[in-house]
């Protein structure tokens, strides 16, 4: 019966096109007043169970570490060590944004700020390079979304919370899928502008930008290194990271 109405409640409000937020919450609300009874005590309880966790702390940190990094220069200096290592190859822009967007997503734990991070900087670059403006907002909106798998990722920790999963071995099981997306990414971008003139590799450039950025490459390695030989946990990873 419950479910019922509960689906009742979810097709009237998508008929109506509310927003998701307000379609979860009513679905919310139908459960608690019918099966929980309305009681408040119920909700209060859960919530205070759910966010009485230390762990929860890592998550706000790796925000604010993002946002440091958007309106700072790293997301930058990687891009620039990417181009300057992928200049010479077929599609080499946007083979640089995809692994930008995975070193970025190693750093901030989050898609949508490696998305706007990279994608405030590769967007208009690829365009005016002649990449079309369709393949240019996907490469953004699809290498963005490594953020999701590739650690620290926010969603594994909100997972390991929930499922009380160990969260450094949630961490080692998503490197070797976000690696793989990471190359599968890379070598369509390469497929798909293999027509797209190139420019020639050079190792003064690259030196340039290594000068600039290697804090900011060594990031990751330092976090999921220090994360997995066990010198710092997640919440002390955020920490450093914000440093």
């Known amino acids: 019966m419950t479910g019922a109405l509960v689906l009742l409640v ?8 509310q927003p998701l937020l307000v379609i979860l919450l009513a679905a919310a609300a139908v459960v608690h007043i019918v099966w929980g009874k309305g009681q408040l005590d119920y909700i209060l309880e859960d919530m205070w169970i759910s966010l009485d966790k230390e762990l929860i702390l890592a998550i706000p940190m790796f925000i604010l570490c993002g946002g440091v990094m958007t309106k700072g220069s790293t997301a930058r200096r990687l891009i620039d060590i990417a181009a300057a290592l992928t200049s010479h190859l ?3 822009l946007a083979v640089a944004c995809v692994l930008s967007c995975g070193v970025f997503a190693a750093i901030s734990g989050s898609s949508i700020v490696t998305m706007l991070a990279v994608g405030t900087v590769m967007l208009p670059a690829m365009t005016a390079a ?3 403006s369709r393949f240019s907002l996907g490469v953004v909106m699809a290498s963005g979304t490594l953020g999701i798998i590739i650690p620290p990722s926010i ?3 909100l997972y390991g919370l929930v499922t009380e999963t160990s969260i450094t071995e949630l961490f080692i099981a998503g490197i070797g899928p976000g690696l793989l997306l990471l190359l599968v990414f890379a070598l369509y971008a390469m497929w798909v502008n293999r ?5 020639r590799f050079e190792l003064a450039r690259l030196r ?3 000068r600039k950025g ?5 990031m990751p390695m330092i976090l999921l290194g220090g994360i ?3 010198y710092f946990s997640a919440i002390e990873a955020a920490a450093v990271a914000l440093v």
């Open 10 to 17: 979810v097709l009237l409000l998508l008929t109506l096109r």
């Open 90 to 92: 077929p599609g080499g």
């Open 130 to 132: 002649g990449y079309s």
């Open 155 to 157: 969603p594994l920790i």
């Open 195 to 199: 027509a797209l003139p190139r420019t």
């Open 208 to 210: 340039h930008a290594l």
């Open 214 to 218: 290697i804090w900011a490459l060594l």
């Open 228 to 230: 997995y030989s066990g």
